[in-house]
């Protein structure tokens, strides 16, 4: 049987928790049209494919499963 640990404590979780905060806390404050000059259609290539892999990574040194409700442990 699988152990579970706490939503909190995973790794993937925190990341794309991370990732999405990022891309909202960017869209808010307006600072897309700023980067757009930078963010050239590689970058963002470059970004998806770099968010994939560690998001693959991450899922690679998993062991175990994670719970959000504590009475699912």
């Given at each position: 049987?699988?152990?579970?640990?706490?939503?909190?404590?995973?790794?993937?979780?925190?990341?794309?928790?991370?990732?999405?905060?990022?891309a909202?806390?960017?869209?808010?404050?307006?600072?897309?049209?700023?980067l757009?000059?930078?963010?050239?259609?590689?970058?963002?290539?470059?970004?998806?494919?770099?968010?994939?892999?560690?998001?693959?990574?991450?899922?690679?040194?998993?062991?175990?499963?994670?719970?959000?409700?504590?009475?699912?442990?």
């Open positions: 049987m699988m152990n579970k640990k706490p939503w909190y404590k995973s790794k993937t979780v925190w990341f794309n928790g991370l990732t999405v905060g990022g909202i806390a960017a869209g808010v404050v307006g600072l897309l049209p700023t757009q000059p930078v963010l050239t259609p590689e970058v963002y290539a470059i970004t998806f494919a770099v968010v994939g892999l560690i998001n693959i990574i991450l899922r690679s040194v998993t062991n175990n499963a994670i719970w959000f409700n504590p009475k699912n442990k």
